[in-house]
């Protein structure tokens, strides 16, 4: 989603200030909610499956066979324990109640735990707003499913949690490692509630869950990889994300390292300026958003296919830019990268720094991306003057996003012949078929760039404008005027080829919704 659509996202999710993500009000600057507001959001959803609620299973069976036999425990138990196992924590461990049988069949199926299930109903499934006797009784009840259940655990997610960097809070969070390690588990949601960070940092238990194939972390401390025993690893992980997670470069390197199978990297609002070096030969998919990033290097990735940084909110929180270098090294399978922005990324090929008039060569082109996002100021001339560079280093690029900020204080005008005399420019003359144009504002810089593109681009099928605009009539006829000038342009294309949405109805970001899809479709 755009930085506007974000921003529409966290109102239409809003919830009264004392409530947000269980914190004081006080404590929450913009960039923080927006930054907790997006890793609550980005929680992994319980597996479709457990839907089913026991009470009106029961009372379904109940009515159906108060006068006749019991048919239900005549089945199988092979058959009973795929019940079991498809319901709700809660419900599940009530059937144990009903007899030796039942208690024995709860106890060996696959608990589905998620903690949110274990609310009184008077909560109605919401988060508790601050630590007291409500999330104190799901940490017990949590407790108490970890050390009576036999596992596995295929699904666990704790999001209600309350823990702060105290002796009590360490043990029972120690504890609860010991029995996922042992027991197996295969997914793990674990949210904690306090800030500021850092907070609580999680035990070195952790690479003891070795079955472990997805990990969703948020507003921890990492372990202290320096004090891990020798060989501590996640042979099976396949997806790591962290939100809020308090680490340092080493520690990144190092869980790379350890996780020799990992297909899906995604890190948000990571606190402090931090370095990424992606060196991993399993590797698919890395995303990086609202995190101060120093650097990101593809080191060595041969089978990375997405690399997704979205930052753009960040700079909007700053005096002064600071810039973040992207280094691709050895990636020869990249096909979806973006959002690059000239503005703030120096972007490194190989050995070569790409600059204003940087002439390009084998060295200096990716060849295999073929969906591209940039985000820039159309009204900041430097940034526009790095746009051509850029795209040039891209030759093979079928799609394009562009997302269009508004400029505070914008500096000396372009010329207006600026992309009159760019020479070509392989992927607009030869590849680009579809443009998203996200955020257009109707400037004449945005215009002259649009207008390019319809005369050079021959394979061009659609060019979609996202308007970002007050909605009202006189806005409506005034941005139609401004668009008049496209229908004059001979496109190279043949014919207009513009479709034109209000960003008021876009749902989601156009290019990380395409990076979604691709990802789906890659790893299925």
């Known amino acids: 989603m755009s930085c506007q659509q974000f921003g529409r996202f966290s109102t239409l999710h809003s919830v009264p200030a004392e409530l947000h993500h269980g914190l004081d009000p006080g404590l929450l600057d913009d960039l923080t909610d927006m930054v907790l507001s997006f890793v609550y959001f980005s929680i992994p959803r319980l597996p479709d499956s457990i839907t089913a609620s026991l009470s009106c299973a029961a009372t379904s069976a109940s009515a159906a066979n108060r006068d006749g036999p019991d048919r239900i425990s005549a089945l199988p138990d092979e058959v009973l324990l795929r019940v079991v196992s498809r319901l709700p924590a809660k419900d599940g461990a009530r059937t144990a109640a009903l007899s030796s049988r039942w208690a024995r069949l709860w106890r060996s199926a696959p608990l589905f ?151 899906i990297l995604g890190v948000t609002g990571i606190p402090g300026r931090f370095t990424a070096r992606l060196a991993s030969h399993s590797l698919r998919a890395a995303q990086f958003m609202l995190s101060d990033l120093r650097e990101v290097a593809v080191v060595d990735a041969p089978c990375l296919q997405q690399l997704i940084i979205w930052n753009c909110p960040i700079t909007r929180f700053r005096r002064k830019k600071i810039e973040t270098r992207i280094k691709i090294g050895h990636a020869p399978q990249v096909s979806i990268l973006g959002y690059l922005d000239p503005g703030v990324h120096v972007l490194e090929i190989g050995n070569t720094i790409i600059k204003a008039g940087t002439k390009v060569n084998q060295n200096t082109v990716v060849p295999s991306v073929e969906i591209l996002a940039l985000h820039l100021h159309f009204g900041v001339s430097n940034e526009v003057k790095m746009l051509p560079s850029f795209l040039r280093c891209f030759p093979n690029v079928e799609t394009m996003c562009i997302e269009s900020d508004e400029t505070c204080e914008p500096t000396a005008n372009l010329n207006s012949k600026f992309w009159q005399q760019t020479s070509p420019i392989e992927c607009v003359q030869s590849h680009l078929k579809i443009l998203f144009f996200c955020d257009f504002h109707g400037e004449q810089r945005e215009l002259d760039f649009l207008m390019f593109l319809a005369e050079n681009a021959r394979e061009l099928q659609r060019m979609n404008l996202v308007l970002e605009m007050d909605g009202t009539h006189a806005a409506r006829a005034e941005m139609k005027t401004k668009l008049e000038v496209l229908k004059s342009v001979k496109w190279a294309s043949g014919g207009c080829k513009v479709m034109v949405m209000d960003s008021n109805n876009l749902s989601s970001d156009p290019f990380l919704s395409l990076t979604k899809y691709c990802l789906h479709v890659q790893t299925a």
Not at 164 to 191: I, M, N, Q, S, Y
């Open 113 to 263: 735990l998620v903690d949110t299930h274990l609310l009184p109903r008077r909560c109605g499934g919401t988060r508790p707003a601050r630590h007291g006797l409500v999330s104190a009784a799901v940490r017990d009840a949590v407790s108490a499913a970890l050390r009576a259940h036999r596992g596995p655990f295929p699904f666990v997610s704790l999001t209600c949690v309350f823990m702060e960097p105290r002796d009590a809070d360490r043990a029972v969070l120690a504890r609860w490692f010991v029995h996922l390690a042992t027991k197996g588990v295969d997914e793990l949601v674990l949210v904690n509630r306090p800030l500021p960070l850092p907070g609580l940092r999680l035990p070195s238990a952790l690479f003891s869950c070795a079955s472990l194939r997805r990990l969703y972390l948020g507003a921890w401390e990492f372990p202290d990889t320096t004090l891990l025993p020798r060989g501590a690893s996640f042979p099976n992980l396949r997806e790591l994300i962290l939100g809020c997670v308090v680490m340092n470069d080493r520690d990144f390197d190092f869980v790379l390292a350890a996780s020799p199978v990992l297909k």
